[in-house]
């Protein structure tokens, strides 16, 4: 008899178990390709463990999505007010073709990455595409759209790229109430477990502790639920959207989660040096596409992963009427820029926009190819959520409830990189002219 | 508009709204910039779609964080039940008393939006907001119809609350027709 149920094992969850269905989607050509684009780009450089793919991170984001759907649709655990505004939740084949419907698209979230994941998409794609939108023309492509079809029940490619893209990114696409919520479980800010199982393999492979939380306890907690009711005026008055939440037993582990982000967000993902990288790898796709973007076309979008690039790499570094040859030069050899400035509170006091003037004025002073800019913002809005209360009625605001939340600082990085050759001439040069390129001007009246 | 005049009207906004009693929550804040985009056609050039509680700007959303960063912009806590708020830092008063002319340029608009909802609470604002952008993708559809489609979208808005949405919002349009 043939198997219908495939056990995986990994690292982070141990086991990730799937059915025939999806193991179609595994073995699928899109798939497959992830297994040779790695997660976190060239971080391997700086943390030598961060080698691993976007395969098993799909599959680890498939394994906590369904973990997700099964604790906050259960009936026992649902509100009679949010069964009355999602009603698939009382239904059971509903439930079944939706749980599907989430593990396909957590599946599937990544597959439209460019080699070397999110290196400079918009200077790489053709106007008009990203990622998002190569993923989602990949779900519905004939190859995946024929396991959609021949999936029992059938499943609905364009509900698969809605909760795999989510609102922000499916934007020609309307999202009912409840397939905005069903998005929130792979994408959302607060407890998306995209977010969720990426802190944890970063951090378990880049061998920093950083990254970890108790995702076991997180989950278990998490609830959908309306939002908290503020007064106003004399009156209550919110809107009856719910979203996911936690129960108020789970508050801890959300702070551990959103601690575990800014961490690595600071240690690991904006490291200078792994941000400079991204640059010069960057620099060096440029050059080595020439006059051409990267193909949008499926087959050709297929055929090329990191190991193509990483070929070309270090051919180009070895040869130096290669195109991209002193971008190459500077990766393989390791001979990166270096820094000249770093955002800093004493300077965004006198001008939050430092570093761009920092920039202009270096590369006036010493041209354009010795000069790099870089920078990074924290997305997303103020960390809220609900929190169900300890009575299991009334529903809170997690900004309220939680010590710790308001108090998580914002992620936000800028660095002026200058090539090693210049950089202790441009160091004297700044500091000697810093107060005047960073003084802001007054916008002139007419 | 440049990043930096975008950062003037979002706190300009803000200021307006806080002068007319608004609680200045995030959502206060992204329903007014959406009016303040759409009814005031002031080209902040944020991307809005329909999302929770109505228009919704991911950009936006990112920038009041970037704004925070920055501190143009703080959070205000307030003790139960009342709800987080945001508040112009001294640092986003300095900026905007650096950019005189753009001040000058959006100020009706600005007041015109704080003045009308400033006052409002989240539900209203949703409704309001999303049959704002309901008649925004069917202009000439009668306000039952209108209403209607807002129902079907936020299925926790009844009919007759969005009803008197869509003709607050009819009202408004004319209103601010000499502005615009």
């Known amino acids: 008899m043939a198997k219908t149920s495939h056990e995986i094992r990994d690292p982070i969850h141990v086991f990730i178990r799937l059915d025939s269905q999806e193991r179609k989607v595994l073995d699928s050509r899109p798939f497959q390709r992830l297994r040779y684009i790695h997660q976190l780009a060239l971080t391997y450089l700086l943390y030598p463990g961060a080698t691993h793919r976007r395969f098993e991170h799909s599959l680890g984001v498939m394994e906590l999505a369904s973990r997700v759907f099964d604790i906050v649709t259960d009936p026992a655990k649902v509100s009679d007010a949010v069964k009355e505004l999602f009603p698939p939740i009382n239904s059971e084949d509903e439930r079944r073709y939706w749980r599907r419907v989430l593990r396909m698209a957590a599946l599937c979230h990544d597959i439209g990455h460019l080699p070397f994941s999110h290196a400079a998409e918009e200077e790489l794609f053709p106007p008009g595409w990203d990622h998002e939108r190569m993923t989602m023309e990949l779900i519905q492509s004939d190859e995946m759209k024929e396991i959609w079809e021949n999936a029992r029940p059938p499943l609905s490619s364009e509900d698969i790229v809605k909760l795999a893209l989510g609102p922000k990114k499916a934007k020609e696409l309307q999202f009912d109430d409840w397939e905005t919520m069903l998005s929130e479980i792979i994408v959302g800010d607060s407890f998306g477990v995209d977010r969720m199982d990426y802190l944890l393999r970063d951090s378990y492979h880049a061998g920093v502790a950083y990254g970890r939380f108790d995702h076991h306890r997180l989950i278990d907690t998490l609830r959908i639920l309306p939002p908290p009711l503020y007064p106003y005026g004399n009156q209550l008055d919110n809107s009856k959207e719910p979203s996911l939440g936690v129960e108020k037993g789970g508050i801890h582990s959300a702070e551990a989660l959103l601690l575990a982000r800014y961490f690595m967000f600071t240690q690991v993902y904006c490291h200078h040096v792994r941000r400079i990288y991204d640059i010069h790898l960057k620099d060096f796709l440029i050059d080595w596409l020439g006059e051409t973007k990267y193909p949008t076309d499926i087959d050709a979008f297929l055929k090329l992963t990191d190991n193509e690039i990483t070929s070309d790499l270090r051919d180009a570094c070895l040869d130096a009427e290669r195109p991209g040859h002193i971008h190459a030069d500077r990766i393989i050899n390791r001979k990166h820029f270096k820094l000249l400035y770093t955002r800093n509170p004493t300077d965004f006091k006198i001008n939050s926009d430092a570093a761009n003037l920092v920039k202009e004025a270096a590369v006036k002073e010493y041209g354009e190819d010795k000069v790099r800019l870089d920078g990074y913002s924290k997305k997303g809005g103020i960390t809220d959520f609900p929190v169900l209360s300890d009575d299991g009625k009334t529903v809170l605001s997690a900004l309220q409830e939680s010590q710790v939340l308001a108090k998580i600082p914002s992620v936000v990085v800028n660095y002026v990189f200058v090539d090693p050759n210049i950089r202790d001439e441009a160091l004297r040069w700044f500091n000697k002219g810093k107060a005047q390129i960073i003084t802001p001007q007054k916008e002139e009246q007419k | ?180």
């Open chain 2, 1 to 180: 508009m440049k990043r930096s005049q975008q950062r003037v009207v979002i706190l300009q906004l803000i200021m307006a709204l806080k002068e007319n009693n608004s609680w200045c929550g995030e959502t206060h804040i992204q329903k007014a910039a959406y009016c303040l985009q759409e009814l005031m056609k002031v080209d902040t050039d944020f991307d809005f779609i329909l999302y929770k509680h109505g228009p919704y700007s991911f950009d936006l959303c990112d920038e009041l964080a970037a704004m925070r960063a920055d501190e143009l912009l703080a959070i205000k806590l307030n003790t139960f039940p009342y709800g987080p708020s945001l508040r112009v830092a001294n640092l986003g008063k300095e900026m905007v008393e650096r950019f005189p002319k753009t001040i000058c340029q959006y100020k009706d608009r600005v007041d015109f939006i704080a003045r009308k909802i400033g006052a409002k609470g989240v539900a209203q604002l949703e409704r309001l907001a999303t049959a704002l952008y309901v008649t925004s993708k069917s202009e000439h559809d009668t306000v039952d119809e209108r209403a209607k489609r807002i129902h079907d979208l936020k299925p926790h808005v009844s009919f007759d609350n969005a009803q008197i949405a869509v003709e607050e919002i009819d009202a408004m349009k004319r209103e601010s027709a000499n502005i615009v």
